[in-house]
């Protein structure tokens, strides 16, 4: 996964939601913080997972 494809996928997602509830301002912005709640645990499960082999 490479850094900041959580952030692209999470605004996708925010602007078909703000689209198709007429509230696109507020569903860009939740789309940035899930997207970048959802990176930030991938990478820190990757991390630990990394951790454990060595």
């Keep these: ?3 900041g494809s959580g952030i692209g996928l999470g ?3 925010g602007v078909a ?3 198709a ?3 696109i301002g507020l569903w860009i ?3 940035v913080v899930f ?3 959802y990176e930030t ?3 820190a499960k990757k991390k ?3 951790e454990v082999q060595e």
């Design 1 to 3: 996964m490479k850094k």
């Design 11 to 13: 605004i996708a997602l």
């Design 17 to 19: 939601i703000g689209v």
């Design 21 to 23: 509830t007429d509230n």
């Design 29 to 31: 912005a939740l789309g």
């Design 35 to 37: 997207g970048s709640a």
């Design 41 to 43: 645990r991938i990478l």
């Design 48 to 50: 630990d997972d990394e």
